[in-house]
C-alpha cells in the first residue's frame, strides 16, 4: 500500500504532467490494475481516468469482463467498491464500451449502465430490452431519449403499442362555449444510496435526472431533456426517492416521442393523438352522428399520416391494431346522464 499513497502524492502535487511523466504515470496505472488485490486495482482504474490515453481506456474495458463475476457482490464489500471505481472511470474517460460487457452490470449499476450505453451505437437493442424493465420516471425518459438518436423504428412500434389515444368531447348546453383546462406533467428524479467501503479511491456514484441542476451533465435529448449526475463517494449516497415509471407515468412522454420519431410537431402530434372537440347538445341521435363521424375522421388522418412517415416504411406496420378511446367532459346542467361510447378500433393501411 506503500506505492499506492507515493502514487497519489504524486498525481495530487504534479499539477499538469509533461509527456514523460504521463508515459510513466501510465505504466504505474497498468502495473497496479494487474494487481491481485482489488484495491490496487481500484486505484489502478483510478488513476487511469486522470490520463488522456487510448491504451489505459482499451485496459479498462477489458478488466470489465472479469470483473462481471463480482456483479452480485453485497453493497459495502471490495468487489462491489471495485466495480463502481471501474464504471466511474470508464465514464470520465468517455469509453466506448460493447453492449455484452455492460449487461452483467444492468440492473445494479442501472445508471452507469445507461450512460455508457450512450456512448456506443450498437446500444438499440440493449436499450430496447431496458426499456421493458421497471426503470424509474428519468431512466425511462433517458431510455427511450437514447433510442431516438437512431430514430428507432422498433421504439416507434413500442410507442404505438403503447400510447393511449383519445379524443375529448366536450359537451356543452346550446349556447355555452367553455373553456378547455390544461394540465401539467411534473418530472420527478430517482436514484438510490450506495454505501462505499473505506480503503478504496474516491470514485462516482451517478444518478440519471431530469432536472439540470447543478453539475448535472447533459445525457441526451427528447420531449424532456435527460442529465446524469455524480456525485463522490465514499459516503452515503444521496437520499432521494424512488420514483417507478408506471404507465401512467409513460402516457406524460408518450406523445412527445411519437412527435419526434415521426419528424411532425408536438402541437400535431397532440391535434392526432388527443384532440377536443366542443358540442353544444341538441339531441343525444345529433350527439353520436358527430362523435361517430369526429372519431372516424380521426382514425383515417392517423393512419393516412403514419402511412406517410419515413419510419413507417416497407409496411411494417401494416395491419396494426390502434385503438382510439371516448372521453366525455359532460358540462350541461342538471343531474349527470350516462353517454358511454365504445372503443373504436384503427387498423393501419
Not at 462481471?68 to 467498491?81: H, L, P, Q, R, T
Request: aromatic share 8%; proline share 7%.
Amino acid at each position: 500500500m506503500r506505492t499506492v499513497f507515493a502514487i497519489c502524492l504524486l498525481f495530487q502535487c504534479s499539477g499538469l504532467a509533461q509527456p514523460a511523466q504521463i508515459h510513466s504515470e501510465v505504466g504505474r496505472a497498468v502495473q497496479l490494475l494487474q494487481s491481485k488485490i482489488l484495491s490496487e486495482k481500484a486505484w489502478g482504474a483510478h488513476y487511469a481516468a486522470t490520463l488522456d490515453d487510448a491504451s489505459l481506456r482499451l485496459k479498462l474495458v477489458d478488466e470489465l469482463g472479469p470483473a462481471a463475476k463480482y456483479a452480485d457482490a453485497i453493497v459495502d464489500s471490495a468487489e462491489y467498491a471495485y466495480i463502481q471505481v471501474l464504471l466511474d472511470s470508464l465514464i470520465q474517460l468517455k469509453a466506448t464500451v460493447p453492449t455484452d460487457l455492460l449487461l452483467p452490470f444492468d440492473p445494479r449499476w442501472r445508471a452507469e449502465v445507461i450512460i455508457l450505453l450512450s456512448n456506443s451505437k450498437q446500444s438499440e437493442g440493449a436499450l430496447l430490452k431496458m426499456r421493458e424493465e421497471k426503470l424509474s420516471v428519468a431512466e425511462w425518459v433517458a431510455v427511450n431519449n437514447l433510442l431516438l438518436r437512431p430514430r428507432s423504428q422498433k421504439l416507434l412500434g413500442k410507442v404505438l403499442d403503447q400510447i393511449r389515444i383519445t379524443h375529448t368531447f366536450v359537451l356543452a348546453e346550446l349556447g355555452y362555449l367553455g373553456q378547455l383546462e390544461g394540465a401539467g406533467v411534473s418530472n420527478p428524479d430517482s436514484s438510490k444510496g450506495r454505501p462505499f467501503p473505506e480503503g478504496f479511491p474516491p470514485a462516482g456514484v451517478y444518478m440519471i435526472m431530469l432536472d439540470p441542476v447543478k453539475d448535472a451533465v447533459y445525457l441526451a435529448d427528447g420531449p424532456q431533456a435527460a442529465y446524469h449526475l455524480r456525485l463522490k463517494m465514499p459516503g452515503a449516497g444521496p437520499l432521494v426517492p424512488y420514483v417507478p415509471s408506471t404507465s401512467a407515468w409513460q402516457q406524460n412522454f408518450l406523445p412527445g416521442y411519437f412527435a419526434k420519431l415521426t419528424g411532425t410537431s408536438a402541437e400535431t402530434a397532440k391535434n392526432l393523438l388527443s384532440p377536443k372537440t366542443k358540442i353544444q347538445w341538441t339531441t343525444e341521435q345529433e350527439f353520436r352522428r358527430v362523435t361517430d363521424q369526429k372519431l372516424n375522421e380521426q382514425a383515417f388522418e392517423i393512419g393516412s399520416f403514419l402511412a406517410k412517415t419515413r419510419l413507417y416504411g416497407s409496411g411494417v406496420f401494416t395491419g396494426k391494431h390502434l385503438r382510439i378511446i371516448p372521453l366525455i367532459n359532460d358540462q350541461r346542467d342538471g343531474p349527470a346522464r350516462s353517454l358511454r361510447m365504445p372503443p373504436v378500433e384503427v387498423v393501419l393501411p
